[in-house]
């Protein structure tokens, strides 16, 4: 299976702080990386795919870039109901995987 | 707008069987551009997909290597619903099991979404 990690795990920011978070595949996945927002007890919510394409309804303010093995998703400005747990997942390789998590909390 | 709301029992007991339901509304089970997906979230695992099923002509289903030799996945297209059948579950099979769809783009690309509500799933004696 493709490893995908994460950095940082966990991270503290204030409101209209920009945010990047990496993402990092054991192989290369081309442009096959999507990202996915989560909410306490709520299931994950799609951001971004193909690793750059912003899902419809998602605020202009998350971008994502990178494409073989690194990837980044970026916040700009961050909001109020921003503060989640963030994931990346390759679709590569149809034993699909994602990555550990991002944890963005309010410092 | 494809809506996906999953049933099925919140507890299991060890060497049984889970069985989870998914029903879709906005869409066919037998569409032929969509995916019916499996994944897990536990805190040891993170998120896990388990597998899917779509239709082709003819239905598919894959499975992750690391439950393929106890998971069924299959469509009842007379409900508009797919399942999820994971077999002598154990303690370590304890979950949050989400359903979701995707469709594949023509650069062979793939996301989830949307994704069921979820359900904990305890395996316990």
């Known amino acids: ?52 394409s912003l899902q419809s309804g998602v605020p202009s303010r998350f971008s994502g870039s990178g494409s073989g093995t690194e990837f980044t998703l970026t916040i700009t400005s961050l909001q109020p109901e921003d503060f989640a747990t963030y994931y990346c997942q390759q679709s590569y390789s149809t034993s699909f995987t994602f990555g550990p998590g991002t944890n963005v909390d309010i410092k | 707008q494809v809506q996906l709301q999953q049933s099925g029992p919140g507890l299991v007991k060890p060497s049984q069987t889970l069985s989870l339901t998914c029903a879709i ?65 154990t303690p370590e099979d304890t979950a949050v099991y989400y359903c979701a769809s995707s469709v594949v783009s023509t650069s062979g690309a793939n996301w989830f979404d949307p994704w069921g509500q979820g359900t904990l799933v305890t395996v316990s004696s």
């Open chain 1, 1 to 52: 299976d493709i490893q995908m990690t994460q950095s940082p795990s966990s991270l503290s920011a204030s409101v209209g702080d920009r945010v990047t978070i990496t993402c990092r595949a054991s192989q290369s996945i081309s442009s096959y990386l999507n990202w996915y927002q989560q909410k306490p007890g709520k299931a994950p919510n799609l951001l971004i795919y193909a690793a750059s």
């Open chain 2, 25 to 89: 509304s906005g869409d066919s089970v037998s569409s032929g551009s969509v995916v019916w997906n499996w994944i897990r979230q536990s805190p040891s695992r993170g998120l896990e997909w388990l597998g899917r099923t779509y239709y082709r002509s003819k239905w598919y289903s894959d499975y992750a290597v690391s439950v393929k030799s106890r998971i069924t996945i299959n469509a009842d297209t007379s409900k508009n619903h797919f399942s999820l059948q994971l077999n002598s579950v």
